[in-house]
């Protein structure tokens, strides 16, 4: 796995890494290295990376001569330069270059050749025909789209490279060489840099940047969003766990997600599978980690783990971490996981952050004590900060949401589609699944490639005419009340959902005919004010 050509292909092994990471004492530039070591396991690796280096940063494309010259491609050389840049290549790496019987200079033909007897050779031919600078960048374009996934590679896996970076100080490089030095004290270290790509550092550090920014400028950031960022932020500077709950469909494992792709170079996504199996637990904390699984016994697992996470560089994400409780109602299956993370992560400095549902993790937690005994006083006594979130969204976040998916509507088209989002009580689960029934069913099946209002209204009506499970539950908790007793509450008629809904052009209200007029109350976040059938609606629950 510590083979370039290897790790090229299959990601870079995050054991590796964490050794590469572990001798540099600046947090930047270790979360560089993880940073391009995350991106290595998604789809495309290295390649894609340096495929996008050169696409995003055509002007560094160049020898240190070339730049020095201020090389242009529409501009005409004398065979001085090129001799200047063979140098510069052959020193460099290695030489490049076209056959010199080519009559054409701006035909882009290279071959591989010996350096040596190259530039032996061109002592012997003199050729004086003048050439384009196109050629030149072209040479160094063609070397870099071979070689640079190889450099990245070995970036983020061998030691002897060393590099800086802007603001750092003169006192953290000079105690790194140390450590790269012999008893005798030679030094092994040699500048991470290429010749063919001018500060290839300097490049990756501006890729991570834009990449985050990307990240960002595509996300609408909810209230739930904005506090699950900051329970993991506090987390991830505490070194601590935290434990954040929330209802399900209000985009708490989508915030999370985000905070970890903005954070790559600390931060780890975990989702716990739902099996009790210890294996299925190791693997998906080991695939996040990028460390090889196949063929691994669950010893071997929790040991490449433990030397990956060990320096405290990563921070983990269990999402779904209510199956971190045992899955079966067994009387002696004590909650091995949660031990784990408490005496394997928490008690050695790693940061750690639990999201769960409020529901399934008492349920499961109130299961797990009363069949085992199982002390929890040990584990919840670890626990930094408890994040409880708000059980709905408001009605902002809700347009936002919807205006981010779908660009092109009106604010009465936003309204609509938030106060659907509010009736179902799915939030963003339903938003988001009439944003995918609209735009590949019914907007494809009209021949359309923009999304329409009409689109929009069909998926609409199918999604409304879908029964809500929690209304059944609470009809079937009426029928067995009704003999006597304290009875449930009761939502709205399950037909009025039937109905449709249309969107006013009025700014304040949004009519639908199944409720009558409805107003989003401003002052409330979440609450209908529907004064149609408000004095029916609080007779039937007082009943």
């Given at each position: 796995?510590?083979?370039?050509?290897?790790?090229?292909?299959?990601?870079?092994?995050?054991?590796?890494?964490?050794?590469?990471?572990?001798?540099?004492?600046?947090?930047?530039?270790?979360?560089?290295?993880?940073?391009?070591?995350?991106?290595?396991?998604?789809?495309?690796?290295?390649?894609?990376?340096?495929?996008?280096?050169?696409?995003?940063?055509?002007?560094?494309?160049?020898?240190?001569?070339?730049?020095?010259?201020?090389?242009?491609?529409?501009?005409?050389?004398?065979?001085?330069?090129?001799?200047?840049?063979?140098?510069?290549?052959?020193?460099?790496?290695?030489?490049?270059?076209?056959?010199?019987?080519?009559?054409?200079?701006?035909?882009?033909?290279?071959?591989?050749?010996?350096?040596?007897?190259?530039?032996?050779?061109?002592?012997?031919?003199?050729?004086?025909?003048?050439?384009?600078?196109?050629?030149?960048?072209?040479?160094?374009?063609?070397?870099?789209?071979?070689?640079?996934?190889?450099?990245?590679?070995?970036?983020?896996?061998?030691?002897?490279?060393?590099?800086?970076?802007?603001g750092e100080d003169d006192i953290v490089r000079e105690f790194e060489d140390i450590n790269s030095q012999k008893k005798d004290g030679e030094n092994l270290s040699e500048d991470a840099e290429v010749?063919?790509?001018?500060?290839?550092?300097?490049?990756?550090?501006?890729?991570?940047?834009?990449?985050?920014?990307?990240?960002?400028?595509?996300?609408?950031?909810?209230?739930?969003?904005?506090?699950?960022?900051?329970?993991?932020?506090?987390?991830?500077?505490?070194?601590?766990?935290?434990?954040?709950?929330?209802?399900?469909?209000?985009?708490?494992?989508?915030?999370?997600?985000?905070?970890?792709?903005?954070?790559?170079?600390?931060?780890?996504?975990?989702?716990?599978?739902?099996?009790?199996?210890?294996?299925?637990?190791?693997?998906?904390?080991?695939?996040?980690?990028?460390?090889?699984?196949?063929?691994?016994?669950?010893?071997?697992?929790?040991?490449?783990?433990?030397?990956?996470?060990?320096?405290?560089?990563?921070?983990?994400?269990?999402?779904?971490?209510?199956?971190?409780?045992?899955?079966?109602?067994?009387?002696?299956?004590?909650?091995?996981?949660?031990?784990?993370?408490?005496?394997?992560?928490?008690?050695?400095?790693?940061?750690?952050?639990?999201?769960?549902?409020?529901?399934?993790?008492?349920?499961?937690?109130?299961?797990?004590?009363?069949?085992?005994?199982?002390?929890?006083?040990?584990?919840?006594?670890?626990?930094?900060?408890?994040?409880?979130?708000?059980?709905?969204?408001?009605?902002?976040?809700?347009?936002?949401?919807?205006?981010?998916?779908?660009?092109?509507?009106?604010?009465?088209?936003?309204?609509?589609?938030?106060?659907?989002?509010?009736?179902?009580?799915?939030?963003?689960?339903?938003?988001?699944?009439?944003?995918?029934?609209?735009?590949?069913?019914?907007?494809?099946?009209?021949?359309?490639?923009?999304?329409?209002?009409?689109?929009?209204?069909?998926?609409?009506?199918?999604?409304?005419?879908?029964?809500?499970?929690?209304?059944?539950?609470?009809?079937?908790?009426?029928?067995?009340?009704?003999?006597?007793?304290?009875?449930?509450?009761?939502?709205?008629?399950?037909?009025?959902?039937?109905?449709?809904?249309?969107?006013?052009?009025?700014?304040?209200?949004?009519?639908?005919?199944?409720?009558?007029?409805?107003?989003?109350?401003?002052?409330?976040?979440?609450?209908?004010?529907?004064?149609?059938?408000?004095?029916?609606?609080?007779?039937?629950?007082?009943?």
């Amino acid at each position: 796995m510590s083979s370039p050509e290897y790790a090229e292909r299959r990601g870079l092994n995050g054991n590796l890494v964490t050794a590469r990471c572990s001798l540099l004492l600046s947090a930047r530039k270790r979360s560089l290295i993880y940073f391009i070591q995350a991106l290595s396991h998604r789809e495309g690796g290295v390649q894609k990376i340096a495929s996008e280096l050169i696409e995003m940063f055509p002007e560094r494309l160049g020898t240190p001569v070339m730049h020095q010259l201020g090389i242009k491609a529409d501009k005409i050389y004398s065979r001085d330069v090129l001799k200047k840049v063979d140098h510069d290549l052959i020193c460099g790496l290695m030489l490049r270059t076209r056959d010199d019987d080519e009559e054409d200079d701006d035909v882009p033909f290279f071959r591989e050749i010996d350096p040596i007897a190259e530039l032996a050779m061109r002592k012997q031919k003199v050729n004086k025909k003048p050439i384009r600078g196109n050629y030149l960048i072209q040479a160094c374009r063609s070397l870099a789209a071979e070689k640079l996934s190889a450099f990245l590679a070995e970036f983020c896996l061998n030691p002897k490279l060393r590099f800086s970076l802007p603001g750092e100080d003169d006192i953290v490089r000079e105690f790194e060489d140390i450590n790269s030095q012999k008893k005798d004290g030679e030094n092994l270290s040699e500048d991470a840099e290429v010749v063919y790509f001018h500060d290839i550092v300097g490049a990756l550090s501006e890729y991570k940047k834009r990449y985050v920014d990307g990240i960002r400028q595509k996300t609408v950031v909810t209230e739930i969003g904005r506090r699950v960022y900051e329970a993991l932020e506090y987390a991830s500077k505490s070194e601590g766990m935290v434990i954040i709950e929330g209802n399900a469909r209000l985009g708490k494992t989508f915030a999370a997600k985000t905070w970890c792709d903005m954070n790559l170079g600390r931060a780890r996504f975990v989702s716990v599978p739902c099996s009790n199996a210890e294996e299925d637990f190791y693997r998906a904390i080991a695939y996040s980690l990028g460390l090889p699984v196949s063929q691994k016994k669950n010893v071997e697992l929790r040991d490449l783990i433990d030397k990956t996470l060990r320096p405290g560089h990563i921070m983990l994400v269990f999402d779904e971490a209510h199956f971190l409780w045992p899955q079966k109602n067994v009387r002696v299956a004590n909650p091995v996981r949660l031990n784990w993370i408490r005496t394997e992560l928490v008690d050695k400095g790693i940061a750690v952050a639990l999201i769960t549902t409020p529901q399934a993790w008492k349920n499961d937690r109130t299961r797990t004590i009363k069949n085992t005994g199982w002390a929890c006083e040990q584990f919840e006594g670890r626990v930094a900060y408890y994040e409880r979130l708000p059980v709905e969204l408001s009605v902002e976040d809700l347009k936002a949401v919807a205006k981010s998916m779908f660009p092109s509507l009106d604010n009465a088209s936003m309204k609509f589609l938030a106060g659907m989002a509010m009736t179902t009580r799915e939030y963003l689960g339903a938003l988001s699944a009439v944003a995918r029934r609209a735009r590949w069913y019914w907007a494809e099946k009209a021949g359309r490639s923009a999304v329409s209002f009409e689109d929009i209204d069909n998926a609409v009506k199918e999604r409304m005419a879908i029964p809500n499970p929690q209304e059944h539950s609470q009809k079937a908790l009426a029928k067995t009340t009704a003999k006597g007793g304290e009875r449930g509450p009761c939502n709205k008629p399950a037909d009025r959902l039937h109905r449709r809904f249309r969107a006013t052009n009025s700014d304040t209200e949004t009519v639908i005919p199944a409720f009558g007029s409805i107003r989003l109350n401003d002052q409330t976040p979440g609450r209908f004010i529907n004064s149609a059938k408000e004095k029916e609606d609080e007779a039937l629950i007082k009943a």
